[in-house]
């Protein structure tokens, strides 16, 4: 059963880094891509990065461009998320997902996802 565990949340201040990891978990993983979404309350779920697991090819929101990195390790089947520059509105649930699909920016394209780790900016 293919599974995916996020962790490296936590409190940072704003100007501050913080890195999230995503590990897939399973006897296959057959994921093409895998992203980052994040949700705060009363806000619907938001694409922040995807990669694509074979060619590298990245995809970023305009929210995050330029200060937040996706990348992949396909030996250890990770795909951490490294976020610089942060700001109280990146304060939210990120959440790892994968799709069989070549590369997609919205959640309904997914349907692996992680629990969730909280990320909070203090301003």
């Known amino acids: 059963q293919e599974q995916l565990v996020e962790s490296g949340g936590g409190l940072v201040q704003a100007g501050g880094s913080l890195t999230l990891s995503c590990a897939a978990s399973?006897?296959?993983?057959?994921?093409?891509?895998m992203a980052w979404f994040r949700q705060s309350p009363g806000k619907e779920r938001e694409f922040v990065a995807a990669?694509?697991?074979?060619?590298?090819?990245?995809y970023y929101a305009d929210s995050v461009k330029g200060r937040f990195t996706i990348s992949r390790d396909n030996a250890k089947n990770t795909a951490p998320l490294q976020m610089n520059s942060m700001k109280p509105e990146d304060t939210a649930v990120y959440y790892c997902?994968?799709?069989?699909?070549?590369?997609?920016?919205?959640?309904?394209?997914?349907?692996?996802w992680g629990q969730g780790t909280q990320v909070t900016v203090s301003s």
């Open positions: 997902a994968a799709t069989v699909r070549l590369i997609a920016t919205t959640p309904s394209a997914y349907d692996l």
């Open positions: 399973g006897r296959t993983f057959s994921r093409r891509a």
């Open positions: 990669i694509n697991w074979s060619t590298g090819k990245t």
